[in-house]
T-cell receptor, first 113, second 115 residues
Framework: AQSVSQHNHHVILSEAASLELGCNYS??????LFWYVQYPGQHLQLLLK??????LVKGIKGFEAEFIKSKFSFNLRKPSVQWSDTAEYFC???????????FGRGTSLIVHP | GAGVSQTPSNKVTEKGKYVELRCDPI?????LYWYRQSLGQGPEFLIY????????DSGLPNDRFFAVRPEGSVSTLKIQRTERGDSAVYLC?????????????FGPGTRLTVL
């Protein structure tokens, strides 16, 4: 069975600070990895995904994530956050060939202007 | 509309009652997924449809939960004899096909409260 851990449940930053949200997963085989974001009052939407190839993935709104296979990690980063990045962020993993992702419990990010 | 829609947006019911939650996927999307999100948790998979058939219902917690998609478009999640522990946000998502590379698009969810 696959599982996902997001170690930071609540993160509070000031604008222009750098962001890194941790995500570790457990699954022995090939994985697809995702970060989803849910802005206040909005739907869950895909931020970025990794299937194969370059382990450094670029997403929307200046976000990126790096897949480190040896560490079973897929941490989300942004060099300079904005107030509009305030949202809930979810990491998800899907075992190769499966259609169903397993989500982490989420990280609530609050950015102060 | 262009996105996944879910009705109602909020549902309050009493313990023991029956409820139905509706999902309208994006037009043309053959794959449809139901998830449940409890407070402080990520979405938890319930059931996946490919067309009219349930391709994977391994996430349904017990036989009080059932879902249908009779015409391969709209889906209804049905919960019998509701319990307080069923209170959660129920999310629906759809994708073009069931392939692993297809992005899932999520609806706004239905917040179910069982009193």
């Amino acid at each position: 069975a696959q599982s996902v851990s997001q170690h930071n449940h609540h993160v509070i930053l000031s604008e222009a600070a750098s962001l890194e949200l941790g995500c570790n997963y457990s699954y022995g085989g090939t994985v697809n990895l995702f970060w989803y974001v849910q802005y206040p009052g909005q739907h869950l939407q895909l931020l970025l995904k990794y299937f194969s190839g370059d382990p450094l993935v670029k997403g929307i709104k200046g976000f990126e994530a790096e897949f480190i296979k040896s560490k079973f990690s897929f941490n989300l980063r942004k060099p300079s956050v904005q107030w509009s990045d305030t949202a809930e962020y979810f990491c998800a993993v899907r075992g190769g060939g499966s259609y169903i992702p397993t989500f982490g419990r989420g990280t609530s990010l609050i950015v102060h202007p | 509309g262009a996105g996944v829609s879910q009705t109602p947006s909020n549902k309050v019911t009493e313990k023991g009652k029956y409820v139905e939650l509706r999902c309208d996927p994006i037009s043309g999307h053959t794959a449809l997924y139901w998830y449940r999100q409890s407070l402080g948790q990520g979405p938890e998979f319930l059931i996946y449809f490919q067309g009219t058939g349930a391709a994977d219902d391994s996430g349904l917690p017990n036989d009080r939960f059932f879902a249908v998609r009779p015409e391969g478009s709209v889906s209804t999640l049905k919960i019998q004899r509701t319990e307080r522990g069923d209170s959660a946000v129920y999310l629906c998502a759809s994708s073009l096909a069931g392939g692993a590379s297809n992005e899932q698009f999520f609806g706004p969810g239905t917040r179910l409260t069982v009193l």
